[in-house]
């Protein structure tokens, strides 16, 4: 094994670990809506929230990390220059990462000055760490990023096309983060630049990852055809960035910016699913072209799931509510709420749980990977993944109807919106398939850390060398 996968190795189980912390907070953010007085002041919901979903956004950055540092030295069969680096980084990473979750937890928030913004808490929504820490992020990005294209450079005559892919890319998932660090007076420009952000990373720049890293797994697990999944890529790619970058528009609507963005968001965020779609496509077809067959039966179901959640989490449900007409009523409810959940679910979560059971596979050192334990963590998260966004989509229709058309998005019309047995339902169901969602997890981690059975390949099952 390279040393850069033994570093990914790391990050997976960070990642992982983090994930844990996340559905920790997740739980307890969903039991305000059912004890709205619980923990007053001693720590509030607000809190509760940003350490969920800002360490969703670390697990998965580490995720992607980890994954490309795995598959990386197999592409180029060389080790990634500067390792060392990287593996120093790493390790400066996790101890920012308690840091600042120690801050978030024990001083929460300090007052609006300079001294709060460097290291305390920025205030943006997905991106509120402190600046020092911030700025640390982009250490660990641009050192991954020296990583990535010096060893490229360094064994040159191996290039892939998925490796210009990743290059290319390497480029906006750095510049666009810079926007965490703007700090507009002017609440319109403000927001203006850090949907730059928040758009971008999530469905430009690290959907391109995904879709680098979905081609690897794809590779690996059932030997598909790399002419195969570098076309798909390349198409892929191709529409993401074209509709997903002024699909920035969607977040326009209401923040103070020109009308002219009503058209501009609407239309292209409308054409966005259509990569989504590709995607799917391009999994059935892989697995009707090989009949099915794999080493790595849990990577192989998860990187499919990925391919169907993602078209229905984000495309779909994104979908229902990227016009104007209808983002009117639903902007910001719970509906929000329930897309953002499965789109990151099913974008990002599965292929990274995919990842981690390529992972698992060759630290076992066994030639079939299948089984029955993989299937509870697999079961129970779907589940509980797709009872909660259901719950929340419900909630979040009645809050459009009855809160924003019918009673006029008055304060009062709020109120009886958030008392609708069809909001309540939903707040509780998201509770229920909560813990659903959680003991999902502990399978999932049970599972990965347990040896696999050395289980012979079924004849049903051998692969064929890849073309
Ligand atoms: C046990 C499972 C989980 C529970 C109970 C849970 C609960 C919650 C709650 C209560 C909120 C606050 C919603 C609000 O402001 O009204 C939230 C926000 C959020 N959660 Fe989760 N969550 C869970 C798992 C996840 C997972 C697995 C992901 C990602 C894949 C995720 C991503 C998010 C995001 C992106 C937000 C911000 C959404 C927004 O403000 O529009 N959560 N979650
Ligand atoms: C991987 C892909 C995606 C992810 C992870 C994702 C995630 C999210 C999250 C977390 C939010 C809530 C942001 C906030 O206010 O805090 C959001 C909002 C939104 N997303 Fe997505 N999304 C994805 C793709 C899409 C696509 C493809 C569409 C349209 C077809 C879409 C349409 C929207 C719209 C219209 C909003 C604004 C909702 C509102 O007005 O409250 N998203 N998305
Ligand atoms: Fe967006």
């Not at 305390?120 to 760490?129: C, F, T």
């Not at 990187?303 to 639903?330: C, D, H, K, R, Y």
Request: net charge neutral; with cysteine.
């Amino acid at each position: 094994m390279y040393r850069s996968q033994k570093l990914a190795l790391r990050y997976l189980t960070a990642a992982a670990t983090l994930f844990g912390v996340m559905i920790v907070f997740g739980l307890l953010s969903s039991l305000y809506y059912l004890y709205p007085s619980m923990l007053f002041n001693v720590f509030n919901f607000n809190m509760a929230k940003t350490l969920h979903i800002d360490t969703l956004v670390i697990w998965l950055l580490m995720g992607l990390i980890g994954a490309i540092y795995w598959y990386l030295p197999k592409e180029l069969e060389h080790e990634i220059e500067g390792i060392w680096l990287a593996e120093l980084m790493f390790w400066i990473f996790c101890a920012a990462v308690v840091v600042v979750a120690l801050v978030f937890l024990f001083v929460q928030t300090g007052s609006s000055n300079q001294f709060s913004l460097w290291f305390i808490n920025q205030g943006r929504k997905y991106v509120e760490a402190p600046r020092w820490a911030a700025i640390g992020i982009v250490a660990v990005m641009l050192v991954f990023s020296y990583n990535v294209l010096a060893t490229c450079i360094k064994v040159k005559r191996r290039m892939t096309g998925i490796l210009w892919v990743l290059a290319i890319d390497l480029v906006p998932l750095v510049v666009v983060y810079l926007d965490a660090f703007s700090a507009d007076t002017n609440m319109s420009t403000d927001l203006y630049w850090w949907w730059w952000l928040v758009h971008m990373w999530v469905e430009s720049t690290w959907e391109v990852l995904i879709g680098c890293v979905m081609a690897w797994v794809l590779m690996d697990v059932m030997g598909t055809s790399r002419r195969i999944v570098e076309a798909w890529l390349y198409i892929e790619v191709m529409l993401v960035l074209g509709a997903g970058i002024l699909g920035l528009g969607h977040h326009y609507f209401w923040i103070g910016t020109p009308r002219y963005w009503l058209s501009i968001g609407g239309f292209f965020s409308a054409l966005e699913p259509l990569p989504l779609l590709g995607m799917v496509v391009h999994a059935i077809y892989d697995a009707g072209m090989h009949r099915m067959k794999t080493a790595n039966q849990p990577a192989y179901y998860w990187i499919t799931t990925e391919a169907f959640l993602n078209f229905i989490g984000a495309g779909v449900w994104g979908f229902m509510m990227t016009l104007p007409q209808i983002n009117m009523f639903s902007h910001g409810t719970q509906w929000t709420v329930s897309h953002g959940h499965f789109a990151f679910y099913g974008a990002y979560v599965c292929g990274i749980i995919a990842m981690l059971y390529v992972a698992k596979q060759k630290v076992s050192g066994v030639a079939y990977l299948a089984g029955n334990r993989w299937k509870w963590g697999f079961g129970l998260l779907n589940l509980g993944m797709v009872g909660m966004v259901m719950g929340l989509l419900l909630a979040g229709m009645a809050q459009a109807f009855f809160g924003r058309a019918a009673g006029g998005s008055t304060l009062m019309a709020f109120t009886m919106a958030s008392e609708n047995p069809w909001f309540v339902s939903g707040m509780y169901a998201r509770v229920g398939f909560g813990i659903i969602f959680a003991a999902g997890y502990v399978m999932l981690i049970y599972d990965l850390l347990t040896a696999p059975a050395k289980l012979p390949i079924p004849a049903s099952q051998a692969q064929p060398e890849p073309a």
